[in-house]
């Protein structure tokens, strides 16, 4: 797929991941579009790239999707290509029930239900464009549950399994569909993580490398092993990971 011309819009692109894919497309020559929560951040995001537009949507309302899809058409009708990247991630632990419950479902609506509705509102619009696309930015914790995480995990596993149905339903259409599964990364989202990670910028360039190799399946960095590894020895792998990550967090609290 080409990398410039394109409209692209990027949801949750004022920070982290978001940012760094709106500056790599921007910078690439694209018309780029960014939304989130937080008029602040937006702000901040455009004073670094001056042209990027911006949108104020809180994505777990439906009614915002809803006008967000009205404005999409008449102010940028050659929108190509939607980043699904906003998403939301709490530590969580079955002692305490309620709080991970309560947990769960923002973690449902925000990384699975809203980007999955955002998607079909976004279809016919899409469809209309020559080169058209969707970019679904999952976690290499689709392999193997990050048990500390567990709504996190379970709402990444959800929209991993739907972004494979969307592409194969949409595979004789021109609207091809991108997943991408990230490592550790620089971020705030994980910022109590105290482990090796990706920057950005990095991950970034590799996913607009990606995508203009029509790679529609992106493990990055250590999550290409960890997809190989996963499949070799689950339960081994399982318990390795839940060891590791429940004490790094012990040892940092
Ligand atoms: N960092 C990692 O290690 C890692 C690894 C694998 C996958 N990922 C995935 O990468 C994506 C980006 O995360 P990140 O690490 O860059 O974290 P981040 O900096 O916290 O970015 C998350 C973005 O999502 C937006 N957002 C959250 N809820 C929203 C809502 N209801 N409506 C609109 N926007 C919303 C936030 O903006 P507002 O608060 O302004 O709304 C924020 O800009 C996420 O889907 C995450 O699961 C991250």
Not at 49 to 72: C, F, K, M, N, W
Not at 120 to 129: A, F, I, N, S, V
Not at 157 to 177: C, D, G
Not at 223 to 228: S, T, V
Request: charged residues 15%.
């Amino acid at each position: 797929m080409k990398i410039s011309g394109n409209t692209v819009l990027i949801t949750g692109g004022a920070s982290g991941i978001g940012l760094a894919l709106a500056g790599a497309f921007y910078r690439e020559k694209n018309t780029v579009i960014i939304l989130g929560r937080s008029q602040d951040k937006l702000a901040q995001a455009q004073k670094r790239y001056p042209g990027l537009h911006t949108l104020q949507v809180d994505i777990t309302s439906e009614q915002q999707r809803l006008e967000l899809a009205e404005t999409l058409t008449t102010e940028f009708p050659g929108l190509n290509l939607l980043v699904n990247n906003a998403g939301v991630a709490y530590f969580g632990d079955a002692q305490q029930p309620t709080e991970l419950f309560k947990h769960a479902c923002i973690e449902i609506d925000t990384n699975y239900l809203a980007p999955l509705h955002l998607s079909l509102l976004l279809l016919p619009q899409l469809r209309q464009q020559p080169s058209p696309a969707i970019v679904n930015i999952t976690t290499a914790g689709v392999y193997l549950p990050l048990t500390i995480m567990p709504g996190y995990s379970a709402s990444k596993a959800a929209f991993s399994s739907i972004t494979h149905v969307l592409r194969q339903q949409l595979a004789n259409t021109p609207l091809k569909v991108f997943e991408v599964l990230p490592p550790a990364v620089d971020t705030q989202l994980v910022s109590r993580f105290k482990v090796q990670k990706l920057q950005p910028d990095l991950l970034a360039q590799k996913i607009v490398s990606g995508i203009k190799k029509n790679h529609y399946d992106m493990p990055l960095g250590s999550a290409r092993a960890l997809k190989w590894l996963a499949r070799l020895a689950p339960t081994f792998c399982e318990g390795i990971l839940h060891r590791q990550m429940t004490k790094m967090l012990n040892d940092h609290q």
